[in-house]
């Protein structure tokens, strides 16, 4: 039985549809993985499925009382309200039940009314039912599974890392066991443990999920359906990830060849009408030309967008780079032990250690955006420093890339910019759509494509892979390899980071937290 049906989808921005027409259910159970490449319209389509977009065309229909969970990156949380307090919001109306049976309480040993009693009982009764003292446990369960102990129950939220919120936020969808699970790439800010206890989990889990993500490994493992979001069409694909694929290239095999067949009738055809259009053989000819204009025309297979990047450098001729003496990062008190490294001209250094330890904490002390707790952090005098931070922050999110860029480089010519995105991987459409429409990998490489409009001799990069595909990240591992300058580049993704780099530092190593 399918808990959502979509039917007639149609989406387009500026002059293109993402999907036109599209058709698919998500059956009661069904685990689906979403994929496609960046810019798509995977996570576009999520919006459209909880509201917060509405289509051109089509019909969204969730089964009634549907309980849905969706990884909400921009929820608002309270000032200054800590980690365990906003976990504990997962209860919010168990809470206030239990508020409730002790007033109840209260006011019976004062009133001595059975009635207050027996609204006390049905209300006690409410709460076990739902395994009310049994949260605190479920809590510490899932805390642990996501790596959250590393934090502190008392860490504000408000100074956390997106990546920690990130975090924090899946948590709380998953502890409210919503009858369906919405996550769009839940993988980007978790360690290879927390990613096997969410696999174990989502394995466990009885309801229906849809799962963005460029991660194959991972929705291999949790996945049983997939819809590829691609070229204007959203196809649904029965079994794992593997088998979608293998399905979906014997497809684009068979349009290739049905292509290639009926591009050599057309061209047999066309020949035959230029040499007897006006002959003894016109009327043969005529009867082709109406064959070709009833003839529905096969498409040939589409390719993706492919981004390329050159981060341009600008020579100084420096030999020492980078000189950091004992400093120590933290808010308040440390979190790491002090540090020492140098970096000498053209030398690239990678940070390690698990999300949350405090690798993107070190990264702003050094360059000065967080003061030290200690010790000092010396660039070479004529060093110019490129920065990517891994936060999607925009100084105004409803500007679309375009009007980004102009803002940035007012002399720069529209037809300019738009080449850049579109080397980039931005498409037009994209190029003209407000930055907080777009999904997290095309917000991505415009963070990119503006990083390449500097010269730099130094390039610092915050966790650059989150939200990219394959095909990208695979573009941005070339051109920082051949950067001739130096490199900070702080990362937890393996296969993007291993055989190519000069020296690591593992922060894990350094960490202070208990």
């Known amino acids: 039985m399918a808990v959502l049906d979509v039917s007639g989808l149609t989406m387009s921005f500026a002059d293109k549809k993402l999907y036109d027409d599209a058709n698919f259910q998500l059956e009661r159970g069904e685990h689906m993985g979403v994929v496609g490449q960046n810019g798509a319209g995977k996570s576009t389509l999520i919006k459209i499925l909880i509201g917060q977009l509405l289509p051109v065309a089509g019909r969204v229909q969730w089964q009634k009382n549907t309980k849905i969970g969706y990884l909400d990156q921009y929820v608002d949380i309270p000032a200054g309200m800590n980690l365990i307090d906003f976990l504990h919001t997962a209860f919010a109306d168990l809470y206030a039940i239990n ?7 209260q006011d019976y040993a004062t009133k001595m009314d ?73 993988t980007n800010y978790l360690d290879t443990a927390h990613i096997e206890w969410l696999i174990e989990y989502l394995n466990d889990f009885a309801g229906a999920a849809m799962i963005i993500s460029h991660d194959y490994d991972f929705l291999e493992r949790v996945t049983n359906t997939i819809v590829d979001v691609s070229f204007g069409k959203i196809t649904k694909y029965r079994g794992s990830f593997k088998q979608a694929m293998r399905q979906k290239e014997e497809k684009k095999a068979l349009q290739e060849r049905e292509y290639e067949k009926q591009q050599e009738v057309i061209d047999k055809a066309e020949r035959f009408i230029r040499k007897n259009k006006a002959g003894s053989k016109s009327t043969m000819a005529k009867s082709r030309e109406k064959m070709l204009a009833r003839m529905t025309r096969i498409d040939p297979p589409e390719d993706n967008l492919k981004a390329s990047f050159n981060f341009p450098y600008e020579n100084t001729g420096s ?69 990517f931070d891994q936060d999607l922050i925009w100084d105004d999110p409803t500007k679309t890339p375009l009007q980004t860029i102009q803002d940035q480089f007012p002399t720069m010519l529209p037809k300019t910019i738009r080449q850049r995105l579109a080397k980039a991987g931005i498409n037009a459409a994209n190029a003209q759509k407000p930055m907080n429409l777009l999904s997290g990998g095309e917000q991505t490489k415009v963070k990119l494509a503006l990083l390449e409009l500097t010269p730099s001799n130094f390039l610092i990069l915050d966790e650059p892979t989150n939200h990219l595909d394959d095909e990208t990240k695979e573009g941005l591992k070339r051109a920082l390899q051949n950067f001739p300058g130096n490199l900070i580049l702080v990362s937890h993704e393996q296969s993007f980071t291993n055989g190519w780099l000069d020296k690591v530092l593992n922060v894990e190593k350094l960490s202070l937290k208990k």
């Open 114 to 186: 059975d009635r207050l009693l027996t609204r006390a009982g049905r209300l006690q009764e409410e709460l076990d039912a739902h395994n009310f003292y049994g949260l605190e446990t479920e809590i510490e369960r899932v805390m642990a599974g996501l790596g959250l102990n590393e934090l502190g129950k008392e860490h504000v939220v408000a100074e956390m890392s997106g990546g920690q919120r990130s975090k924090i936020i899946l948590a709380k969808m998953l502890l409210e066991n919503p009858d369906v699970i919405l996550l769009d790439e839940p």
């Open 319 to 387: 030999a020492n780079a980078l000189r950091v003496e004992n400093i120590q990062a933290g808010y308040g008190k440390p979190l790491l032990a002090p540090v020492t490294f140098s970096m000498t001209g053209g030398e690239k250094l990678l940070f390690s250690g698990f999300n949350g330890v405090g690798k993107s904490t070190l990264i702003k002390t050094i360059l000065g955006k967080i003061p030290a707790l200690s010790g000092t952090s010396t660039f070479s005098p004529s060093a110019k420093i490129s920065y």
């Open 99 to 105: 508020d409730q049976m002790n007033q109840l309480y």
